[in-house]
């Protein structure tokens, strides 16, 4: 239920009420794990649960309900988060992520910002400590960290599991302490937040966001060593 009331602040009011209101919507919260909040303008509300989804046909998206979501995950400042609106995402207070998508500007072959935004992805963060137990004793081997590929279908951990794996070895949990870098090109992983980590991503680890995995490694070995 934590996790589901900090997402219902970045909903419209007349949503955010329903949907609080709603004690068939509240024991569903309680009983399975929220993932997403789909808002999309004239198409009903839909809630997606670990292996559910939920329709709310009594709650038909407006365009008035996009614009007040869009100031509420924006801070009531939209036009500061120009370049996050060009990536696509906002990272939320919380670990929490708003997926947008409309009109696209685009500029010399790249999308650098979107206009008349219809459709929100607000994107539920877990974390999930200890969830690499079983797996670190593959990663870290007697010579230090093992090279390590992780792969499943989609929405099955992957990012979940390597969150704990950072903080395992940043925290020295198995067996040695590790300096760590990572480079968050979505903001999936620590999601700063105003700077701050909102998930546990260990003492020794730095962070950068949003920018490519080539470049964000030469950024952290040459300045974070």
């Known amino acids: 239920m934590e996790r589901f009331e900090e997402v219902l602040a970045f909903l419209p009011v007349r949503i955010r ?3 609080y209101g709603d004690v068939n919507i509240k024991n569903m919260c309680k009983t399975r794990q929220l993932s997403e909040i789909r808002l999309r303008v004239n198409c ?3 809630l997606m649960f670990v292996k559910k989804e939920e329709v709310c046909n009594q709650i ?5 309900d996009i614009h007040q979501c ?7 400042s939209l036009y500061a988060h120009e370049d996050d609106v060009g990536k696509g995402f906002i990272t939320l207070r919380g670990g929490h992520r708003a997926g947008l998508v409309g009109q696209a500007i685009i500029r010399e072959g790249r999308v650098v910002n979107q ?6 992805n607000i994107r539920v963060a877990y974390e999930v400590k200890g969830c690499a137990d079983r797996v670190i004793s593959f990663i870290e081997g007697d010579e230090g960290v093992e090279h ?6 989609p929405a099955c951990g992957k990012t979940t599991l390597l ?6 070895l940043s925290d020295g949990v198995y067996k ?5 870098g990572v480079v968050d090109e979505r903001s999936e992983i620590a999601a700063c937040f105003n700077a701050a980590p909102q998930n546990d991503i260990g003492i020794r680890t730095d962070v950068i966001n949003q920018v490519d995995k080539s470049t964000g490694m030469i950024m952290l070995l040459r300045s974070m060593a």
């Open 17 to 19: 009420d329903s949907l």
């Open 44 to 46: 009903p509300l839909i």
């Open 163 to 168: 969150r704990d794996v950072i903080r395992q």
């Open 60 to 64: 038909i998206i407006t365009v008035k």
């Open 176 to 180: 040695g302490c590790y300096k760590v």
């Open 148 to 153: 390590t590929l992780i792969i499943s279908p």
């Open 70 to 76: 869009l100031q509420f995950i924006s801070d009531y």
């Open 115 to 120: 206009n008349n935004i219809g459709f929100i």
